[in-house]
């Protein structure tokens, strides 16, 4: 049985790996003349650059796993977490996030009451949160309201709201708290309070697990995410057609499905949409206008990733840390700006310094229509403002990613509920990516590999 698969990038790539696996027939078709989709890595003067991710989380072991499976387990680096210091812009300053936080969740007193991040209405409401009883189940709700609710605002201001920009590229006041904190709900559900939810499902897993080291919070290649994705392709090769071009329809014909591309028919039993879910639906539109519709109204933000190179002596000072996240209340153009050879220290030589700037997202998408000069010249002027210190980049790497990234708005799991009723009413046809159970590479890659599974189990 043929298996078509729509979309080339890590999702699309390991759905067709699992497939050869198997030993099934499946045919590729990515539009753009390279695969990998947005993963996209390039080396300058020695520095690893990545274009749009650069690293998974590790919790998520579908990224790990894979690498190991594919012979890269030797390249496997992790984020040097003992330098593990970010910072919120508060004041035109960098502010350190205080230790102990998990995402927004404070989990020791004292850097917490020290930190001049917040005020002390908002700490002394989260040392009282501690108190919160549960109370009776509530709907889905903005991450906003969630945090606002348990915090105050501020610290939807000045923590949820940048770190989620800094992942989703989405707004606090939008993204659904049961899709993007899916722990933390289910932590008030059992707790009541989210402080003594986590510090409990900390003791737990200590438990479970014992003292031993702990995992860094970050995995990638030492060479790029793209050696996933080349020594896929490498893998699928022999047994996997890979045509690039646009599709630009599909549609049913008896039991197959026809998929169309500029001048070709290609007809398969199988189909897997690991392209964006707004593409999906565009090109369900013939098959269901109803699955369509739904696929069309997740929203999607575009964002542009800037690597700044420099060599070392011509830069001022660097704070030490991972980076920092720019709050929208102080944004102009910067959304998040990470240190990467203090992240990942093997990917800059010492004679370097590289900084990967993050621009665009909801509400910041005009920056997409700027030339590169004005974005360079801008996103520098705000650097000189935060470091102290403007020089001459050696190099600069702009990419603009156009609606890349799904937002998981309030009602989203709803949504997703529906979409996969809609679509197993059609034999044969899988949905996967980004759009759905998780934004991030590990998502990606479990989503493709089950699509591809579901498919192959089917006589
Ligand atoms: C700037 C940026 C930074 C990110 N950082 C991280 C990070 O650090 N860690 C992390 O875990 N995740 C990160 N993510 C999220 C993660 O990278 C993505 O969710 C994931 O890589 C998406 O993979 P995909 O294969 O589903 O989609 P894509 O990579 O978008 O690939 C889809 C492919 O489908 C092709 N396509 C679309 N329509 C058609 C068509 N009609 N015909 C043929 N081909 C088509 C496209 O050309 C594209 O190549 C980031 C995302 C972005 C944009």
């Known amino acids: 049985m043929r298996t078509a698969i729509i979309g080339g990038g890590i999702t699309g790539l390991a759905a067709a790996y699992e497939l050869t696996l198997s030993g099934r027939e499946a045919v590729l078709i990515e539009e753009q003349p390279s695969l990998g989709g947005v993963i996209q890595t390039e080396v300058v003067e020695g520095c690893v650059l990545e ?25 496997l680096i992790g984020s040097l977490d003992e330098q593990r210091v970010t910072y919120v812009i508060r004041g035109g300053r960098l502010v350190p996030l205080p230790d102990g936080l998990l995402m927004m969740v404070p989990t020791k007193i004292l850097p917490m009451v020290a930190s001049p991040l917040l005020g002390w209405g908002t700490k002394l409401r989260m040392g009282l949160e501690i108190f919160r009883r549960p109370g009776a189940p509530q709907p889905d709700r903005s991450v906003a309201a969630f945090i606002e609710d348990h915090y105050g605002r501020e610290a939807v201001e000045y923590l949820a709201e940048p770190l989620l920009a800094g992942v989703y590229g989405g707004t606090a006041d939008r993204l659904s708290v049961e899709s993007v904190l899916a722990r933390f709900v289910e932590l008030e559900r059992r707790y009541g309070s989210l402080t003594r939810g ?8 200590r438990a479970r697990t ?24 490498r893998r699928i090769r022999p047994r996997c057609r890979i045509v690039h071009a646009r599709a630009r329809q599909v549609e049913r014909a008896g039991p197959q499905w026809a998929v169309r591309l500029d001048g070709e028919t290609l007809e398969s039993e199988n189909l897997i949409l690991a392209c964006p879910a707004w593409q999906a639906g565009a090109l369900l539109r013939a098959a269901d206008e109803r699955l369509a519709a739904e696929l069309e109204a997740i929203p999607y933000t575009s964002s542009v990733t800037l690597a700044l190179g420099y060599r070392r002596e ?7 840390g991972f980076g920092f996240l720019v709050p929208a209340r102080e944004r102009k153009t910067l959304v998040a700006c990470t240190f990467v050879g203090a992240k990942f220290p093997y990917r800059v030589p010492e004679s370097h310094v590289v900084l990967r700037c993050f621009l665009g997202g909801s509400g910041g998408e005009a920056v997409l229509e700027q030339n590169d000069e004005d ?22 790497r702009l990419r603009r990613w156009r609606r890349a ?7 989203h799991a709803r949504r997703v509920a529906a979409i996969r009723e809609l679509a197993a009413r059609h034999a044969g046809l899988q949905l996967a990516g980004n759009a759905y159970e998780g934004i991030g590479v590990p998502d990606c890659i479990r989503t493709g590999r089950t699509a591809a599974r579901a498919l192959a189990a089917c006589p």
């Open 51 to 75: 274009g749009g991710p650069d690293s998974f989380l590790s919790a998520k072991p579908a990224g790990e796993e894979l690498a190991r499976e594919l012979g890269l387990g030797g390249d």
């Open 198 to 205: 986590v510090l409990a499902a900390r003791r737990a897993a």
């Open 210 to 233: 014992g003292a031993g080291e702990s995992a860094p919070l970050f995995r990638t290649l030492r060479n790029g995410l793209a050696q996933l994705t080349a020594e896929l392709e």
């Open 314 to 320: 011509d830069c001022g000072p660097m704070p030490p």
């Open 375 to 396: 974005l360079i010249r801008a996103v520098r002027a705000e650097l000189k403002q935060l470091l102290g210190w403007d020089s001459e980049p050696r190099f600069a």
């Open 405 to 411: 990234m799904a937002q998981y708005e309030v009602g």
